[in-house]
């Protein structure tokens, strides 16, 4: 037996508790990992309270994140005691996730755990880091380089754009933060941006074509804001969508793409191929300041993490937030 989130539908009635859990229950998979940490995401709370139907299946254990030491495997790829990261792959929504103590997982899925960062680091990393990463290796790939101009990137104080901001710093980007909390600027500073903007200039409809401003974006918020956003690109600008947070919609206009050139590239970090996967995190074991991890990181406990998804749902929490599962099974 082990202990785990549950999220289960039985009777129409939604609802995600801590409970214990038997390995038998656990799905197909060719390797079993007793998991040290996982995170907790905007995915993960949409999922743990049913604000919005990210569950395929059920029960759930939910989690997109995990990290740990292969307890027993199948697979001529990892051996008993490896340390093992999975990023996605539809776990914590199809496939049961990282908020248990034991997860069973398909081999292809599984990355080893970088020698730059310890178990907690990779973590506090998390599917919002790689995927910061991959929004900069987007922009990078359509031409963005630091001598353009601004990046902008909304949802700021999130854990998705902590990480870019901090990433932006490093490589040399003048980065501007859009957030609706004014309290974290000095948060944001610290992590690397040169100016905080109020969203608010950016949530509301506005013109199809706006003053030319931003070289590059990372949005994690959508709707008017990526518009807006789109809309005040520079000429050859690229913006990188990877989030949601204000809408599923996008209420703007083709001007900005062909009277000014700009790309919009969509990043999906669900399933995204194993190259571009292990590409991301070299890069991040280079380019991203591990020492910035411990100011934009909280950490909880398994126990805590059905009251910190509402937090996270309400804006209440900034950066990352690392799930303690079972620190001792990292060694």
Same mark, same amino acid.
């Given at each position: ?6 999220? %289960? ?6 609802? !995600? ?14 390797? !079993?990992?007793?998991? /040290? ?89 998390? !599917? ?52 609706? +909390? /004014? ?9 690397? /941006? ?24 990372? %949005? ?97 929490? +900034? ?13």
């Amino acid at each position: 037996m082990f202990k785990g989130l549950l999220t %289960d539908k039985a009777g129409g009635s939604y609802a !995600t508790k801590l409970t214990q859990l038997d390995e038998a229950q656990l799905p197909d998979g060719d390797v !079993t990992v007793r998991v /040290a940490y996982s995170t907790l995401n905007y995915k993960d709370a949409l999922a743990i309270t049913g604000r919005f139907p990210v569950v395929r299946h059920f029960p759930m254990v939910p989690g997109i994140d995990l990290v740990g030491a292969v307890e027993d495997s199948g697979s001529p790829k990892f051996k008993r005691g490896d340390l093992v990261l999975v990023n996605g792959f539809g776990i914590g929504d199809v496939h049961w996730g990282g908020l248990a103590e034991r997860a069973r997982l398909k081999s292809d899925w599984l990355i080893p755990l970088p020698k730059a960062f310890t178990p907690r680091q990779a973590m506090a990393i998390g !599917t919002a880091g790689y995927t910061a990463m991959l929004c900069v290796m987007a922009l990078e790939h359509n031409g963005v380089t630091p001598d353009k101009g601004e990046v902008l990137v909304t949802g700021a104080a999130g854990g998705v754009g902590s990480i870019a901001i901090a990433l932006l710093h490093k490589l040399g980007y003048a980065v501007v933060a859009s957030t609706g +909390r /004014a309290a974290e600027a000095d948060y944001l500073k610290g992590l690397g /941006a040169r100016e905080v903007i109020d969203r608010a200039k950016l949530s509301s409809p506005g013109e199809p074509l706006q003053k030319e401003r931003w070289a590059g974006a990372i %949005d994690s918020v959508g709707s008017h804001t990526l518009a807006n956003v789109l809309a005040a690109m520079r000429y050859g600008g690229a913006a990188a969508a990877c989030g949601l947070a204000q809408g599923l919609d996008l209420p703007g206009s083709v001007a900005p793409f062909i009277l000014r050139g700009v790309t919009l590239a969509g990043i999906d970090s669900v399933y995204r191929p194993m190259p571009d996967r292990l590409e991301a995190w070299r890069r991040l074991s280079s380019d991203l300041d591990t020492r910035r991890l411990d100011s934009l990181t909280h950490q909880i406990g398994l126990d805590e993490t059905i009251g910190y998804a509402s937090k996270i749902l309400e804006g209440a929490v +900034r950066g990352r937030l690392v799930v303690a599962i079972d620190p001792g099974a990292a060694g």
